[in-house]
Nanobody
Framework: VQLQASGGGSVQAGGSLRLACTAS????????TGWFRQAPGKEREFVVAIRWSDGSTYYAGSLKGRFTISRDNARNTVYLLMNSLKPEDTAVYYC???????????WGQGTEVTVSA
């Protein structure tokens, strides 16, 4: 499975961005897709995941309500809509795919999000 993340950019606080993660290759083997982020000087952290079998979603508690994950099966694409962005959301966002449960094996290249105050 190969992943291509896109949609990052620079926005002011309070703005919105929608990230996309498009899968190619053995997409039928994907069990879940997740988004992670890594802020400068910090460790990578989990943001949200979606299970492909039933669309169940799992959010990091602090982000639920501002971030929304969705999928387009026909396009093999998972979206991350981020609203009410804050400067602390500034990070490189990565998508990842799992073929067994939520054990992520494939990673996209990352897309950078910068939120200015």
């Amino acid at each position: 499975v190969q992943l291509q993340a896109s949609g990052g950019g620079s926005v002011q606080a309070g703005g919105s961005l929608r990230l996309a993660c498009t899968a190619s290759g053995r997409t039928g083997s994907i069990s879940a897709t997740g988004w992670f982020r890594q802020a400068p000087g910090k460790e990578r952290e989990f943001v949200v995941a979606i299970r492909w079998s039933d669309g169940s979603t799992y959010y990091a508690g602090s982000l639920k309500g501002r971030f929304t994950i969705s999928r387009d099966n026909a396009r093999n694409t998972v979206y991350l809509l981020m609203n009410s962005l804050k400067p602390e959301d500034t990070a490189v966002y990565y998508c990842a795919a799992a073929t067994v449960g939520f054990t992520y094996e494939s990673w996209g290249q990352g897309t950078e999000v910068t939120v200015s105050a």
